[in-house]
């Protein structure tokens, strides 16, 4: 597998057709395993849960897209009442993902992964002249290995807004009940507030229900889980100066990259695979989802010619049908790194 070394040689994409604004995003999802080797996944059980049988695959994306100003009011309206907003923009107009690098990975541990999407990302953009902006979900772990990678490096980071309409809809629910009416004007409400800057009035309001209303345990429970979701991540919650700088807001590149390059492969009825094995193919797929897939192969079979013949093709005079595509170039590097 020639993965690490067709992206070491790759050039970087072409700055004219670079976005303004450098993102990044990552996101975990499980991969089921043949029995022996999930047999081998050590995970607490509570009571009456089964054995496990995925193991989780990280995923990282890079990729550059326009500035895109929006309105509080247009956002909320888009994700609670999508018919009612006259003033959205059609979709091909949206700036769209330019250039994305993916990598999944089962055997990397996740600060392998970061390390190399960061550093792709960072690579993109040399002189540090664009924003840097990392769109994750909640996972606290991810988190945390990010602000440890980035300790020194000023970038934006912004928690999944579809993430954060979900707790309001997860309290809207047990308090309204589901497709209630009241239960949608509290959801854009709030998400509003959000969008705003106003995080911390939220979570008072959310607190006074809790104080002033006689609940039931689940009510309770999911105000509670709304309350703590939004404190521990209000860093990353800064919405109104995200939409007045035009920054992407959503995580729906890393999530569509967890589907297509990963779930839409590996699960699947009877499907079960080793660890080697499914990390040849979300390697292969990782090119493959990339755009790369061409050009990789035709490195690929060039660095196979030159690690078992060398030269010996052109010694004897027979033609380099490897070659023919003109896709990478024949150089000293390739042959050195062969050997």
């Not at 979900?137 to 912004?158: E, H, K, R, V």
């Not at 703590?228 to 035009?246: T, V």
């Amino acid at each position: 597998m020639s993965y690490d070394q067709y992206y070491e040689a790759k050039a970087l994409p072409d700055a004219q057709s670079e976005g303004s604004i450098v993102v990044a995003g990552f996101d975990g999802i499980g991969v089921p395993l043949i029995k022996s080797e999930a047999a081998k996944i050590v995970a607490r059980q509570g009571k009456g849960q089964k054995r496990q049988k995925k193991k989780e695959a990280m995923v990282g994306v890079s990729y550059t897209v326009e500035q895109n100003i929006r309105t509080a009011k247009e956002v909320a309206t888009n994700l609670v009442y999508p018919e009612q907003n006259c003033d959205r923009k059609k979709k091909d107009d949206k700036p769209r993902a330019k250039n994305i690098r993916r990598l999944a990975s089962l055997e990397r541990p996740k600060q392998e992964v970061f390390h190399e999407i960061m550093n792709h990302s960072l690579n993109r953009d040399p002189e540090s002249k664009k924003p840097l902006v990392v769109v994750m979900d909640g996972a606290l772990g991810l988190w945390s290995i990010l602000m440890t990678f980035l300790s020194a490096i000023a970038f934006t980071g912004i928690l999944d807004i579809i993430h954060v309409t979900q707790y309001l809809w997860k309290v809207a629910n047990a308090l309204y009940g589901e497709k209630s009416s009241l239960g949608k004007k509290w959801v854009y409400d709030n998400l509003l507030m959000i969008l705003e800057g106003r995080v911390c009035d939220v979570i008072d309001k959310l607190r006074r229900v809790l104080e002033t209303q006689k609940l039931k345990k689940s009510q309770r429970d999911a105000l509670n889980e709304c309350i703590g979701y939004f404190n521990n991540h209000l860093a990353w919650m800064k919405y109104d100066e995200y939409l007045e700088a035009g920054y992407p807001i959503g995580s729906g590149v890393v999530e569509s990259s967890c589907g297509h390059t990963v779930k839409d492969r590996m699960e699947g009825t009877g499907r079960r695979w080793s660890t080697e094995g499914a990390e040849a193919i979300l390697l292969l797929r990782s090119i493959f989802t990339s755009k790369n897939w061409d050009e990789y192969w035709q490195f690929h079979m060039e660095l196979e010619r030159s690690f078992y013949y060398h030269d010996a093709l052109a010694a004897i005079g027979v033609p380099d049908d490897f070659n023919e595509l003109g896709m990478i170039e024949k150089n000293t590097t390739i042959t050195a790194r062969a050997a």
